[in-house]
């Protein structure tokens, strides 16, 4: 723990981390510590991980990387919390991310990373000029600068994946509904899932084998499924496997360096003996409105409780109720966060609610049906995890479309609610890294993390 705060401390210039608390820190070593010298030591005991601050966190600031939660200090611990905590883990810190886990680059972060006297972007440790990817920036920032063995993210439409793939890490979105919900400040409920970020499948394995399981009392969307031991299927053999290649994942769009190392990886599994098989997901495209419909949506009415009376920020001067509701949420949320409240809001609206939610809901049921036709003929499906290696700071400017637009291959699985992970997969343009995305049927977690690992 002392070894991974310095370090933290010392490469503050990446801005991952938002919030340390080394007593709160050194205190869970040495509990850990006395643990292990009585023999009792938990799968996980003594692991420093970090968080990333959509996990509410006792003893730490929970912000959301949002002006709107600066300096909130949760009651109580997000579940995933305190099943690590439970498993022997040790918390090292809070780790920067878009606001509310909106955004493909962690630009969008209000708050100022530990150690920066204001908002400073999140930079990728392969090269200091790039976006790390999100929204989970921080925690692939962490593990990839070895600023944290490894970390907590979550995934809404590739939030784990997307910064895992442009850093060189490893992640997994366990299926919708593995590990709770409570306590991860929601964005868009039906698709947000927490998974973990690590060097290694065999790590996320250890991590996530911690990291689900029903919590029927707190989230009602939780699977009554119990936890597993993930890491018991990594070295089974993979020959005769079938891997879906989906025509859609390969098209135009698709840049020709991380194609190649796309290629290359799954080159690897031919020799493994996995057979790869064409497959095809028709509705890929319609994925990227449908998800811009369905999102914020839902995040319009989740961030309808910051309205400055229950926590969090509070406009100073109103002159009535519906005055300081309006200032509040002005003053709070910043530019990404509203524009996805109004076009939410929009889309809901009597009069367009059947036009665009309702159509939305209508093809997301069909991406589900692609999914389920595609498994038919393959047990899991590979392909790229973004369309280009990570991209220059700045470089989207003030165009949000390229962000959405480059969540293409990360939205599909989203959507389907489908366990899909990120493993490195070589390096493409300018020597950044590039990650292959693993896609399975539901529950199939295991599977997956085992395909990953013997690349590894
Ligand atoms: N990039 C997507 C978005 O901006 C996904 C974010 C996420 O998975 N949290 O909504």
């Known amino acids: 723990a002392r070894h991974f705060l310095a370090r933290a401390k010392a490469r503050h210039d990446l801005g991952a981390y938002v919030a340390l608390n080394e007593e709160l820190t050194l205190a869970q070593a040495r509990a850990a510590d006395a643990r ?3 023999g009792s030591a938990a799968p996980l005991e003594g692991v420093p991980l970090a968080h990333k601050d959509i996990f509410v966190t006792r003893g730490l600031p929970s912000s959301a990387g949002s002006k709107m939660l600066a300096g909130y200090q949760s009651p109580f611990d997000a579940t995933v919390v ?3 905590a439970q498993a022997g883990a040790v918390t090292l810190g809070k780790l920067n991310c878009d606001e509310f886990a909106m955004g493909s680059s962690n630009e969008n972060s209000a708050v100022a990373p530990w150690g920066h006297p204001g908002p400073a972007p999140v930079r990728n440790p392969w090269d200091r000029s790039r976006i790390p990817g999100g929204s989970s920036g921080g925690s692939a920032v962490a593990v990839a600068a070895r600023l944290a063995p490894a970390a907590t993210g979550t995934d809404t439409g590739g939030s784990i994946r997307q910064p895992a793939s442009f850093c060189g890490i490893t992640g997994i979105k366990p299926t919708y509904g593995r590990a709770s919900r409570y306590g991860m400040i929601a964005f868009a409920s039906s698709l947000d899932q927490a998974g973990p970020m690590a060097r290694s499948a065999q790590d996320c394995a250890l991590l996530l ?22 890491s018991r299927a990594l070295n089974e053999p993979i020959a005769g496997l079938r891997i879906g290649l989906p025509a859609e994942f390969f098209g135009a769009g698709l840049a020709a360096d991380v194609r190649a190392a796309v290629d290359a990886a799954l080159g690897e599994y031919e020799k493994l003996g996995a057979r790869l098989v064409p497959i095809s997901l028709p509705r890929t495209e319609l994925s990227i409105p449908v998800y ?8 319009s009415s989740n961030l309808s409780r910051f309205d400055g009376v229950k926590f969090g920020h ?3 001067d109103y002159t009535d109720l519906a005055d300081m509701y309006c200032k509040t949420r002005a003053e709070g949320f910043g530019a990404e966060v509203k524009r996805r409240i109004m076009i939410g809001t929009y889309v809901l609206s009597h009069g367009y609610y059947d036009a665009y939610y309702l159509q939305a809901q209508k093809i997301r049921r069909m991406i589900v049906d692609d999914f389920q036709n595609a498994f038919r003929h393959c047990d899991l499906i590979a392909g790229p995890v973004a369309p280009s290696v990570a991209w220059k700071l700045g470089e989207h400017g003030n165009d949000p479309l390229a962000n959405y637009l ?3 291959f990360t939205l599909p699985a989203s959507l389907a609610g489908l366990p899909c992970m990120s493993l490195p997969a070589g390096f493409g343009a300018a020597g950044m890294p590039v990650g292959l995305q693993l896609i399975g049927n539901y529950f199939g977690e295991a599977g997956l ?6 690349l590894q």
């Open 36 to 38: 292990i010298a009585a």
């Open 82 to 84: 305190r099943q690590l």
């Open 209 to 230: 084998s911690a990291m689900c399981g029903p919590d029927p009392d707190r989230d009602s969307t939780s699977l009554d499924r119990p936890a597993e031991d993930f």
């Open 292 to 299: 811009y419909i369905i999102a914020p949506a839902e995040a």
């Open 314 to 316: 509070r406009a100073r």
């Open 406 to 408: 480059a969540d293409i």
């Open 449 to 454: 993390l085992n395909a990953a690992h013997r």
